[in-house]
């Protein structure tokens, strides 16, 4: 082969893959110029590379929202740096993967499988992207809200661009009253639940091992601090309350008027009507990793 067919065949594989140009012309010599066999190879390559990068922790990444007739999805992508992130092909990739994930009411393993627009599954595009980039990249959570008898709503905080960000929320809501009168109200619940991270809609809805817990860290506190046993129990049956009404929906200070609780605002809304909060979803990048 000559040197010119050598440097043709050597671009044109990196115009393929996105594959540095050493690693190109290695694959080349190694398989005499045959470009399916150089796909593959650095496939081969790019995997053992992508197996290689899971042991790295992979915090950073975008979440992105997509919606149609009232159906939401939402999914998280995460990569090593935030720089990964702001990156067209990683941007690119987070969307089309979060309309497959509508398709597929964000059942990850059907996600995984699905086609994408270059006729490779989402997981072979993944370890594309992992092997070019050169970072651990992970799917690592999706959602989905989509009853037709609830009316849905999502939120976006920060958006790199419409629908992409670093946390988003979906949030269902069962009412009598007509859609365009709780818009406003759908939102705002959304921005509520991005901004103060609820656990829950309602006391009954908490882990009750997550209120045992805490009940058991207020008692500890308490008893080491020195304090009568019957000051301890009812210091820590107001501290448990403070807990609830801080990490349930209903029961937080609304916002956007801070000295009504949310149940309190939606009762108003309401009037004669119905509004339930059915469901909501709150994603926020790298959270718990």
């Not at 939401?72 to 089309?96: G, L, P, R």
């Not at 997981?123 to 651990?136: A, R, V």
């Not at 921005?191 to 882990?207: C, F, G, N, R, T």
């Not at 210091?235 to 807990?243: D, M, S």
Request: aromatic share 4%.
């Amino acid at each position: 082969m000559s040197s010119d067919d050598l440097l043709k065949k050597v671009k044109q594989l990196r115009e393929i893959t996105g594959v540095g140009f050493k690693d190109c012309k290695n694959a080349i010599d190694e398989t005499k110029g045959d470009i399916e066999k150089s796909i593959e190879l650095l496939r081969k390559k790019g995997i053992a590379k992508a197996g290689k990068r899971m042991e790295k922790i992979a915090a950073e990444g975008l979440v992105c929202i997509h919606e149609q007739d009232n159906k939401f999805s939402m999914v998280e992508i995460n990569s090593e740096t935030d720089f990964v992130a702001k990156n067209i092909e990683f941007i690119n990739f987070a969307e089309e993967v979060s309309k497959l994930a509508l398709i597929k009411s964000g059942k990850m393993e059907g996600i995984l499988q699905t086609t994408m627009a270059n006729k490779k599954k989402v997981q072979d595009n993944l370890i594309d992207l992992i092997s070019k980039i050169g970072e651990k990249i992970t799917l690592r959570r999706s959602a989905f809200i989509g009853k037709d008898k609830f009316i849905n709503f999502s939120y976006m905080h920060s958006s790199l661009r419409q629908n992409v960000g670093k946390l988003g929320v979906l949030l269902s809501l069962e009412t009598t009253k007509p859609k365009d009168m709780i818009k406003d109200l759908g939102k705002q619940l959304a921005m509520q639940v991005a901004a103060l991270s609820p656990l829950a809609i309602d006391k009954d809805d908490l882990d009750q091992k997550i209120l045992k817990k805490e009940k058991e860290i207020i008692i500890e506190e308490l008893k080491n601090s020195g304090k009568d046993i019957k000051i301890v129990e009812k210091i820590t049956l107001g501290r448990l309350n403070k807990f609830i009404s801080e990490n349930t929906l209903l029961n937080q200070e609304w916002i956007l008027e801070p000295k009504k609780r949310v149940k309190d605002i939606i009762k108003a809304v309401a009037g004669k009507d119905k509004i339930e909060i059915k469901k909501f979803i709150r994603f926020k990048v790298g959270e718990g990793i």
